[in-house]
């Protein structure tokens, strides 16, 4: 009887639970669809939607529709969520250092949702080694731009491409993975190739005010062969084009009269296999400085590389062999040293590349040309008391060097410090214990005369 009265309330309850189960796979199942269906508007929504944004560090206003023929590298982030960090760390600062720190077509911009955090942002971008724009996007719950990109999570990357009057969302990414490095790289890098290479065309099409001069050059090789390379240049004064075998390298100087010169070889694929090489090594250098307005196509069994150098004199150097080379920088408590600033020079002084560690103490320069020299190595980290004895090495596969910081200059004066304040303790504390002997003396000679009368 107590079972047959109780069965309607289990029945209700079954019904209710079912109810409510059934409620929330539908609002999932909603929310789910309506950011689905909103994130591929946003990548659907060409052009991409326009903004005028305040810089966090210089107040300056970024409008995005002043950039052309860039590619945009998107990112929305907070200083709250750790995934921004990772983000950060391992992927886009990583990228930005070793590949388009120097790009020209290439532009890092990030919008924080932080309205309530302005000064935290700064102490936070200066931890993470941004060193790009960085704009204030407002609040997020009210922020229009994040709402017009359909922001529903961070880290939120967008990929763009302004080309002519073409503007365009090419890729989009929600949430860190270390991977993002290598995708974001893959997708800029073609996009960038598509700029250059319509560039170039442009400008076929619409000038041909410059005169070209071409050359044939034979190179010996160390193996006792011997290639015929085909170069041009629009500058007519030229030295011919020079095989430094011992530093793997291909030089020629030029003389440029026109404000926008260039040069421009076919290097045949058979080189590169001889000289255990691939088209992934290359790095061209202008005046000692690397170069990072090429073009390099691949045209069968040759690849096309074109180098922009402007007016004046210059000296071109194409290395086909290069390396990786990662500084590490700890105390002499072992622990990471970051904020630092490895600078690289080459053999002769003049600076190659410089670059900021990241939080763990590490930077690694990629594509360093591998020559019969050795390079030098400064660390900078400003007015403290770790300084760095600068160091040499042969940069081969994948080098490695180690820093360890050491009390000098700086420090000497905080040391000297802290012996002068020790000084006047003892000193103080032995006035006050010669005062203290002194008033017991004075106090026994008292208690003594006293007893003498007594």
């Not at 670059?355 to 400064?378: C, D, E, M, W």
Request: net charge negative; aromatic share 14%; proline share 3%.
């Amino acid at each position: 009887m107590r079972g047959n009265l109780l069965s309607p309330q289990v029945e209700i309850r079954k019904v209710l639970l079912n109810f409510i189960i059934l409620s929330f796979i539908f609002s999932l199942t909603v929310f789910v669809v309506e950011n689905f269906v909103r994130v591929n508007i946003v990548l659907a929504q060409n052009p991409p939607p326009d903004f005028s944004l305040i810089e966090a560090r210089s107040g300056e206003i970024v409008h995005l529709y002043d950039y052309s023929n860039k590619i945009i590298l998107l990112n929305f982030m907070t200083t709250w969520c750790p995934w921004d960090s990772k983000e950060f760390d391992y992927v886009l600062v990583p990228l930005y250092e070793s590949y388009y720190k120097n790009d020209s077509h290439v532009v890092f911009i990030s919008i924080h949702l932080d309205p309530d955090k302005g000064p935290e942002i700064s102490s936070y971008i200066k931890e993470h080694n941004v060193n790009w724009l960085v704009l204030e996007g407002g609040k997020w719950s009210s922020s229009k731009v994040a709402e017009d990109y359909g922001v529903d999570a961070v880290p939120r990357t967008f990929i763009l491409k302004f080309f002519g009057a073409s503007k365009e969302i090419i890729y989009q990414k929600r949430g860190h993975d270390p991977e993002n490095f290598y995708k974001f790289h893959e997708v800029i890098e073609n996009a960038k190739r598509e700029i250059i290479e319509g560039l170039l065309k442009n400008h076929s099409e619409q000038s041909e005010i410059t005169r070209v001069f071409s050359y044939l050059s034979t190179i010996q090789l160390s193996n006792g062969k011997s290639i015929t390379l085909n170069y041009s240049t629009t500058s007519e004064v030229v030295i011919e084009l020079i095989h430094d075998s011992k530093n793997n390298v291909l030089h020629i100087r030029v003389n440029e009269r026109n404000e926008a010169g260039f040069f421009a070889v076919l290097l045949s694929k058979e080189f590169l296999k001889e000289q255990n090489s691939s088209i992934e090594e290359i790095v061209i250098t202008i005046n000692g400085k690397a170069c990072e307005r090429t073009y390099i196509k691949n045209e069968g069994n040759v690849y096309l590389i074109r180098v922009e150098y402007g007016h004046g004199e210059k000296d071109i150097q194409i290395f086909y062999q290069s390396s990786s080379l990662t500084v590490y920088v700890q105390s002499i408590f072992g622990l990471p040293v970051s904020n630092a600033v490895a600078i690289l020079e080459w053999p002769d002084g003049q600076i190659f590349k410089e670059q900021t560690l990241s939080i763990s103490g590490k930077t690694t320069f990629q594509r360093v040309p591998s020559i019969n020299a050795p390079y030098t190595i400064h660390i900078e980290y400003g007015f403290l008391s770790f300084q760095f004895i600068p160091q040499e090495i042969f940069v081969n596969k994948d080098s490695e060097i180690v820093f360890t910081s050491y009390i000098y200059y700086d420090s000497f004066f905080t040391f000297l410090s802290f012996f002068l304040i020790s000084i006047i303790m003892v000193n103080s504390k032995k006035r006050r214990r010669t005062q203290l002997e002194n008033n017991s003396s004075r106090e026994k000679n008292k208690g003594d005369e006293n007893y003498a009368r007594l």
